[in-house]
């Protein structure tokens, strides 16, 4: 898979402090979190190694989570971030289920098709660590999103607030 010329993804590092803060917020609230709370989220994340990871050259699979971003390299922005997160489960002998979660690409870069790019990664890195499926919820606007980028309406959302 090739990047979107003048653009880069890998896993997100400590470094990405402002720019995935400030992405985040063109899908919610994110609040106010502090750099090294951050730093330690991003350190928890790269700690949680899957069951029988596979191994990989360049080092980015067996990890649970799997938080990316896309970084345009002229100015060394974040332009999008998002996770898949993969649980192990015992159903389908013992399967592992993906989860796409927080997927937000930063206004000034919408419609240069980098979310695409975003999710065809999270799902390459989904299936390269073995998943029988990749799941996730979104906003009845953003179906049609999803379906370009090979997804299918299934099932209902359920939810219950704290
Ligand atoms: N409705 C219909 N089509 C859309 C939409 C939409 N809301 N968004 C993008 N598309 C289409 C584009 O027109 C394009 O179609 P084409 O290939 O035929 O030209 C294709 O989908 C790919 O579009 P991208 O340019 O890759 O989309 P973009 O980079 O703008 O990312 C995203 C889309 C992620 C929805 C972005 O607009 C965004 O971050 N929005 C705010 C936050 C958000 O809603 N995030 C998703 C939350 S759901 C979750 O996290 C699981």
Redesign the pocket.
């Known amino acids: 898979m090739t990047s979107p010329e003048g653009f880069s993804i890998r896993r997100t590092r400590k470094e990405d402090y402002e720019g995935v803060l400030s992405t985040l917020k ?2 919610t609230t994110v609040g106010t979190i502090s750099r090294s709370h951050f730093e330690s989220i991003v350190s928890y994340w790269d700690s949680i190694r899957l069951l029988n990871a596979r191994k990989q050259e360049g080092g980015e699979l067996g990890y649970k989570y799997n938080n990316f971003v896309i970084v345009d390299d002229h100015n060394g922005q974040v332009a ?1 971030t ?1 996770n898949i997160i993969i649980e192990q489960k015992l159903i389908h002998e013992c399967g592992l289920v993906g989860h ?6 930063s206004e000034k ?10 999710i065809d990664k999270l799902t390459s890195v989904g299936f390269a660590n073995g998943c029988y499926k990749i799941i ?4 009845r ?5 999803y379906e ?2 090979g997804y299918e309406e299934a099932g209902v959302e359920m939810r219950i607030r704290s």
């Open positions: 063109s899908l999008a998002g796409i979660e927080d997927i937000s690409v870069y919408q419609g240069k098709k980098l979310g695409k790019f975003l996730l919820d979104c906003d606007k953003n179906v049609k999103f370009k980028c």
